[in-house]
């Protein structure tokens, strides 16, 4: 699991610009899935709603500085109770004072590219301005090192001494030990600075300008406008968005060097002829789209990631699916590899409390590439922190995607006539039974205005807890 990996950014998704080569290996032997979405555009409500099953408001994962309850069950407490060993390497972003969640070995942690603190860096109550020093991201953009690089070639040590380890067991006999390891790399993630023979790969004056780079601030919703002012946008040069864009580039090929490294000890070991590998990002990256860099945003860039799964011993696969899935799913996924008991949608359930939200991938990923197979008919994603005034949903169904800002604005986009999102079809009379269709989905199994409620108490409290976010959380 890399981390803001837009699956726009990847020549698996057609980017004749970015070199993906370990994604291309994968997707040629594996399954890739071409409509594949994080459950919420923001590190820890996405990895956490990734480790659990469940949409964020249920386990009120709210932004990045929410602590995933010790007693919420995660996939990787259910496949440790089924006898694997559990082994995660580098970034999972846990807040507090529990890092583990259900893995049994942390190779690396992630305190050098993630804050650990119990606080919150944005409330509603809050005006909006310029956060400190995100404008100096632009600055530093090029060619270079620092603690995020070392930490992903830590990532890479440990996860091929552990594979090694693992394969030497093999070698030795006996029963063995079935495992899943969790390889989270930082990159592509800011600061936007990589290896030089990575940066050299994309020259800024052969970069591609995003699309609406340079949108005026009038023509945003709502929520893009803050989030454009939150983070310093206004007024980026032309210049600077071709660095950016170049070193955001550099990066995502330096991470598919890295991860190709395990693939590569993967085949050296003979781990692959029993092994799944998974590729995903927690989330994307806007990358100048709408004059928008990060993440925060259900535009397509923020919210549609990449996945690709190989199975063992199916060579030369290369199918592609286009149904709608979740980073939901891949929990459920997980735990049907490992035939691990889990509750997931579709499955007896003992409680509302304890079912996952997802659907196990195994039926697509067992189909013949032309199979059509029984599924849901939407995706979702939820969004309460960063920019946000109140609580934000996004469905995805068919061509359409609905946007809602509970209490201030809707947005309805055509995805196959408007990919890049410029027209809001929410006020056409014409599209008012589409609309109607969609936020009857939305609101089903979601109250805004018991989450709003929610929310500020969360803020507030940790706000309080945090005094006012002067002071490190001890852990």
């Not at 860096?121 to 090192?145: K, L």
């Not at 310093?232 to 864009?245: C, K, S």
Request: charged share 25%; proline share 5%; net charge negative.
């Amino acid at each position: 699991m890399s981390d803001e990996h837009s699956a726009e950014f990847s020549s698996i998704y057609g980017n004749t610009v970015v070199q993906t080569p370990t994604l291309d290996r994968l997707a040629r032997d594996g399954v890739t899935f071409d409509n594949a979405y994080c459950a919420s555009p923001l590190c820890v409500p996405a990895r956490m709603s990734f480790m659990t099953g469940k949409h964020v408001h249920r386990e009120e994962i709210w932004d990045n500085g929410v602590p995933l309850r010790s007693d919420a069950i995660t996939w990787a407490h259910r496949l440790a109770n089924a006898g694997y060993n559990t082994a995660l390497s580098g970034k999972m972003h846990f807040i507090g004072p529990d890092q583990y969640h259900g893995f049994e070995e942390i190779l690396v942690r992630d305190d050098t590219v993630c804050a650990k603190n119990i606080e919150v860096d944005f409330r509603w109550a809050d005006d909006v301005s310029p956060r400190p020093n995100s404008r100096a991201r632009f600055d530093a953009a090029g060619a270079g090192g620092g603690t995020h690089i070392d930490h992903d070639r830590a990532v890479t040590k440990t996860c091929l001494e552990y594979l090694e380890q693992r394969s030497a067991e093999n070698r030795a006999g006996g029963d063995q030990q079935p495992f899943i390891l969790c390889a989270g790399y930082n990159s592509p993630h800011f600061p936007l600075i990589v290896p030089d023979d990575y940066y050299s790969l994309y020259h800024p004056e052969a970069v591609d300008l995003p699309v609406a780079w340079d949108q005026p601030l009038e023509e945003l919703g709502p929520h893009q406008q803050r989030l454009k002012t939150l983070f310093g946008l206004e007024g980026l040069t032309e210049e600077q968005v071709r660095r950016a864009r170049a070193a955001y580039f550099g990066l995502i090929t330096w991470m598919d060097h890295e991860a190709g490294l395990l693939v590569d000890k993967l085949e050296e070991t003979g781990l692959i002829d029993n092994t799944v590998i998974i590729y995903t990002a927690d989330h994307g990256d806007m990358a100048g789209t709408h004059g928008l860099w990060w993440k925060s945003s259900f535009y397509e860039q923020a919210v549609h990631v990449p996945l690709v799964i190989k199975m063992p011993g199916e060579p030369d696969r290369g199918s592609r699916r286009s149904e709608l899935v979740s980073h939901l799913d891949l929990s459920a996924t997980l735990l049907e590899f490992a035939e691990a008991p889990y509750v997931g949608a579709g499955a007896p359930k003992v409680s509302e409390e304890d079912s996952m939200d997802g659907i196990s991938l195994l039926p697509i990923l067992q189909a013949q590439p032309n199979d059509r197979v029984a599924w849901r008919d939407h995706v979702i994603s939820e969004y309460y922190a960063q920019g946000s005034r109140n609580p934000m949903r996004m469905i995805r169904q068919g061509n359409h995607k609905l946007n809602i800002y509970h209490g201030e604005t809707i947005e309805l986009f055509d995805l196959v006539e408007d990919p890049y999102e410029m027209v809001n079809l929410a006020g056409y009379f014409e599209q008012s039974t589409r609309l109607k269709e969609l936020k009857k989905i939305a609101y089903e199994d979601w109250n805004p205005d018991e989450i709003d409620t929610k929310v500020r108490r969360s803020q507030f409290e940790r706000w309080i807890i945090n005094n006012g976010n002067r002071r490190e959380y001890l852990h």
